[in-house]
């Protein structure tokens, strides 16, 4: 498969990273990925999708070989979605796709809302729309991600080298090793004594608020933009069936899919997830 093209976007005060496949000339396909993940996570998927659009898988503030934020900012997903409007339009785009996965389909959700009229299509893997809040856990939420930690400058773990960062991965997310190469690849950083995760330790922490069910509702009802939405059978935990068809029913124009498989489909069945967005074109 082709390797991608290595891409640096510079925003106001940040600068992301990118990995990027296709012609210019194709239509621009912007790919978020999921949380502590990268833009590696396409790359098996991407390559597929190069013969139609030109795909520019970023890195996520944090993420990857993307800036981190300043010391004590955090990181939540009303930001993400500035970020994303904002390398639009460093990168001139005035019409183009989205494809999200987790995190990023959440994220990919709410700029479709925000700016429909810029969103030419919408895909979005396992998510739609952010973690929501029945406000069983507000209070203790609010409180542990405004208490400070006491790991604060604690070093962090260095791996005598790849293939033990790759099966830490594998223990942390049971994502088999040759799926979380490219990633875990990715976001490593070389230091003395061997590897470290170059990802943003504060992505750990717990967001302050998070917006209520009935909110995300009212946002999803925003989005216009055809829409197709998978996921993986049995439903992933945190992903019941029952509030993400409810938010589903919000969508006007949505296809709902599911694939045998984990969180990861376009890792675990990358020509499978290519089908699926080419028959939505």
């Known amino acids: 498969m082709s390797a991608p093209i290595e891409r640096r976007i510079a925003l106001q005060h ?3 990273s990118a990995q990027v496949w296709g012609d210019e000339a194709l239509p621009p396909l912007l790919a978020l990925h999921g949380w502590l993940d990268n833009a ?3 790359a098996l998927l991407a390559p ?3 013969t139609r659009f030109r795909v520019i898988a970023l890195d996520l503030p944090g993420h990857g070989c993307s800036d981190h934020l300043a010391p004590g900012a955090s990181y939540h997903y009303l930001d993400y979605v500035r970020v994303v409007l904002a390398t639009a339009k460093a990168l001139q785009l005035d019409r183009y796709s989205l494809l999200g996965h987790s995190l990023g389909a959440g994220i990919a959700a709410l700029v479709a809302a925000t700016m429909p009229e810029r969103i030419e299509r919408l895909w979005l893997i396992e998510g739609l ?7 069983s856990h507000t209070l203790q939420r609010f409180r542990d991600a405004l208490t400070p930690r006491g790991d604060n400058g604690k070093p962090l773990r260095v791996f005598r080298d790849i293939t033990q960062a790759i099966d830490a991965r ?5 994502l088999p090793a040759e799926l979380a190469r490219p990633i875990v690849e990715r976001g490593l950083i070389e230091t003395e004594g061997g590897w470290q995760w170059r990802s943003d330790p504060q992505l750990t922490r717990p967001s302050a608020t998070r917006l209520a069910e009935s909110q995300i509702h009212a946002l999803l009802r925003g989005i216009t933009t055809p829409t197709a939405l998978l996921l ?4 992933t935990s945190y992903l019941p069936s029952a509030p993400m068809q409810a938010r589903a029913d919000c969508v006007a124009d949505i296809r709902v899919s599911h694939l045998d498989g984990g969180h990861h489909l376009h890792l675990e069945h990358p020509a499978e997830v290519a089908e699926w967005i080419h028959s939505a074109t």
């Open 14 to 16: 940040l600068s992301l």
């Open 40 to 42: 590696g996570s396409f």
């Open 48 to 50: 597929r999708l190069a």
């Open 129 to 135: 729309g952010p973690l929501g809040d029945d406000g």
């Open 170 to 174: 594998n223990m942390v997310s049971g």
């Open 232 to 235: 993986a059978q049995p439903a």
